[in-house]
């Protein structure tokens, strides 16, 4: 009878242990997807689209009214000072500056009868013939007939400048930049006819979101490269100037970089990409789906590469991000919300991003 029981009891014993041998060889091993941090310490912001532009340009328009019955430059013409860049119809100013030839000339034929009537005068009262009275008016005579004379030569002046407002000339050497009437259109004086650009001072005008404006102030690279060529690339000089106030249309502020020595191919009305990079303290980017919060704190699975098990580790979020952003990590992909970490986390060691709330310290992984 007893060597029965103590046959039961070694069955029951051995099934206890069957269970525990098979309950330890079930536990899971659970696959992760995970990715290696890289520590990065620079921010790059952009790239920003922009075009280069004259930091001076005038716009030109005539300063009368009249029909332009020419324009003899178009955008792109390259210009010098001096140069005929347009022209009204001359009819009446050509009028006007016959008319007042006219007047001039009988002005001056009246200065010299007067002039010669008080030289003749002057002899007679010197020799008593004439009256000293009637000298006076002699006098007086003579110096009206000079101030219309001089009056005359005075319209014939203002009809010359207006005959020469019929002409649209270039005040610097420079390049056609706009143009915004068409011959045989009718222009009020001051409207604007055409752009003259000087091409000898270029600069880089780019927008960017309002909250990014004001990151400029502080020093920074802003690196320039030109669209159709990506081998071209400059260092903006500096920021010139910043909009004070936002497009109300697409919420950005213009930025004016200012260029040292720039290449040919900088080129005004050219597309460019101006890229924005700063000195940061070394932190990490990760997928926002890596995060687990638990009792307040944030915490990441980070992978033990000796024994690829799990353990939690609390980490320090600088900032969150719901731009879509994509790359591939070691075959993970990042997903579209982002987090930068700056403590907690070194570069090269594995981090798990999918699955976090189902995993255990301590825990066996398999990675993917």
């Not at 002039?115 to 007086?140: H, I, K, M, S, W």
């Not at 909250?211 to 020093?219: F, K, M, S, T, Y």
């Amino acid at each position: 009878m007893n060597a029965v029981v103590g046959l039961v009891l070694a069955a029951i014993v051995g099934l206890a242990g069957c269970r525990d041998e098979q309950g330890q060889a079930s536990e899971p091993i659970r696959p992760v997807l995970s990715v290696v941090a890289v520590e990065r310490t620079t921010d790059t912001l952009g790239p920003f689209a922009g075009t280069i532009e004259p930091r001076y340009k005038t716009d030109l328009g005539f300063r009368i009214f009249g029909r332009m019955v020419a324009r003899f430059v178009d955008i792109g013409s390259v210009v010098k000072k001096g140069e005929e860049l347009a022209a009204l119809d001359p009819a009446v100013q050509e009028a006007g500056v016959r008319s007042a030839r006219a007047a001039v000339a009988n002005a001056q034929a009246q200065y010299n009868n007067a002039e010669a009537e008080e030289g003749r005068q002057r002899d007679l009262v010197q020799r008593n013939y004439t009256p000293p009275a009637d000298f006076e008016l002699v006098e007086r005579n003579r110096d009206t007939a000079d101030a219309n004379l001089k009056r005359a030569e005075a319209q014939l002046a203002k009809a010359q400048d207006l005959l020469s407002f019929t002409r649209l000339i270039a005040d610097f050497d420079g390049v056609i930049t706009g143009r915004y009437a068409e011959p045989g259109q009718v222009v009020n004086p001051g409207q604007k006819v055409l752009t003259l650009a000087r091409p000898d001072v270029r600069e880089a005008v780019i927008a960017v979101p309002s909250g990014l404006a004001e990151i400029l102030h502080h020093p920074n690279d802003l690196a320039i490269t030109v669209h159709l060529d990506k081998s071209l690339s400059i260092m903006a000089a500096g920021v010139r100037a910043i909009d004070p106030v936002a497009d109300p249309n697409t919420r950005t502020q213009q930025v004016y970089l200012s260029l040292a020595d720039p290449p040919d191919a900088f080129r005004l009305g050219i597309t460019i990409a101006v890229t924005m990079t700063r000195s940061v303290s070394p932190r990490v980017d990760l997928p926002a789906t890596a995060l687990l919060d638990k009792d307040g704190k944030t915490y990441v699975w980070v992978v033990d590469p000796a024994n690829t098990t799990v353990d939690l580790r609390q980490v320090t979020v600088a900032s969150r991000s719901d731009h879509s952003t994509s790359r591939s990590d070691d075959s993970a992909s990042r997903s579209d919300a982002s987090v930068t970490v700056t403590a907690g986390i070194r570069g090269g060691e594995r981090v798990v991003i999918a699955g976090v709330h189902s995993l255990s310290p301590g825990q066996k992984v398999k990675l993917q």
